[in-house]
Nanobody
């Protein structure tokens, strides 16, 4: 199983960015997808997660609720994290992960992608 996160970059506060998580070696629809982030000097935190199959259930961290949207396209084996109204405190390395069922807990994720860096300047 391989997950590859991409789409990070440098942008100003208030801007938007969409991260992608491409999966291979797995039946993508069978897995819930989670996005996590780790800022310098801080612990990794959950950002959002979406249920498997149709993705009808999603959870968000309070800090991103209303600004970020998680989605998935099973036909493309890809998950997404649309990030709007970005703030400097959103600066972090963002990781995607896959689990057998939707969960906020990082310890329940079996597969992880490499991170993609998002830097938001003020």
């Amino acid at each position: 199983v391989q997950l590859q996160a991409s789409g990070g970059g440098l942008l100003q506060a208030g801007g938007s960015l969409r991260l992608s998580c491409a999966a291979s070696g797995v039946t993508f629809r069978d897995y819930a997808i989670g996005w996590f982030r780790q800022a310098p000097g801080k612990e990794r935190e959950g950002v959002a997660c979406i249920s498997r199959n149709g993705g009808g259930v999603a959870h968000y961290a309070d800090s991103v609720q209303g600004r970020f949207t998680i989605s998935r396209d099973n036909a493309k084996n890809t998950g997404y994290l649309q990030m709007d109204r970005l703030k400097p405190e959103d600066t972090a390395v963002y990781y995607c992960a896959a689990a057998r069922s939707i969960t906020r807990s990082s310890s329940n994720y079996d597969h992880w992608g490499q991170g993609t860096l998002v830097t938001v300047s003020s």
